[in-house]
């Protein structure tokens, strides 16, 4: 099972930092995620809609100049990242999961990732696209169809997995509280990969491997890959 520590190694350094990345690397991880905006002056890699909870800034991110936002503090003296600066913390051998938060120019969005990729020398095959927003998941493998989608979701479909058989998805991200093992075997059966995010208990961790799930997001991948070996 793939440990993916969500938002870089996050229970102990600020998330989606540069830091919090190459420490979740140095902990084993074999992925990690982290949460994209498209903003006006590039892809910026952060979480909420605005900066107070996780910066020293207030507002809206969309609203604050590209300049001013790579001025703030996001912990520990670390700066908003950059796609590209994110990117380079990859090791050739891992994975990332860019999840899109904000997304208003698919072909611009395509553009800037693939040269992201290219620049950094990434092999697209360790690369997962997720949102929770599926209409732009479609718009992009519209453009980029060999790109790996993951559909994410914190909901059970009326009709299982409609939306991850129209997006031909890579995977299936479900939220834990959701996931079940009747999911789980459905999902695989029907062809798709299975996520589960986010889960930081050692008993989950357990579970969710014994079902044979193919990754799981976690704030603490340092405690998942011990656990996870010590549990084959
Ligand atoms: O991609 C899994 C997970 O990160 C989705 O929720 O809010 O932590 O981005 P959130
Ligand atoms: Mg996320």
Redesign the pocket.
């Known amino acids: 099972m793939l440990v993916f520590a969500?938002?870089g190694a996050s229970a102990t350094a600020p998330e989606n930092t540069l830091l919090a990345f190459n420490l979740a690397f140095e902990q084993g991880a074999q992925g990690i995620?982290?949460?994209t905006y498209q903003h006006a002056g590039g892809i910026v890699v952060f979480?909420d809609k605005t900066l107070s909870r996780t910066t020293n800034g207030t507002g809206a991110l969309l609203d604050t100049p590209f300049d001013h936002l790579r001025l703030l503090d996001a912990g520990q003296g670390q700066k908003i990242p950059t796609l590209t600066e994110t990117l380079a913390t990859l090791p050739r051998d891992r994975w990332c999961n860019i999840?899109i938060k904000h997304l208003d120019n698919v072909t611009k969005w395509v553009r800037e990732v693939k040269q992201a990729l290219t620049a950094q020398g990434i092999n697209p095959q360790r690369l997962l696209i997720s949102s929770f927003n599926h209409h732009w998941l479609k718009a992009i493998s519209a453009q980029w169809p060999e790109v790996k989608i993951g559909a994410l979701t914190a909901s059970y479909e009326l009709l299982p997995f409609t939306s991850a058989k129209i997006l031909r998805a890579y995977s299936v991200n479900i939220a834990l509280d959701i996931a079940n093992r009747e999911f789980v075997d459905a999902a695989l059966e029907a062809g798709f990969k299975v996520f589960v995010?986010t889960v930081d208990n050692d008993e989950d961790m357990k579970m969710l491997k014994a079902w044979g799930v193919t990754g799981i997001?976690t704030n603490v991948p340092q405690r998942a890959s011990q656990i996870l070996a010590s549990n084959q």
């Open positions: 969500h938002r995620e982290f949460d979480h999840e995010y997001f």
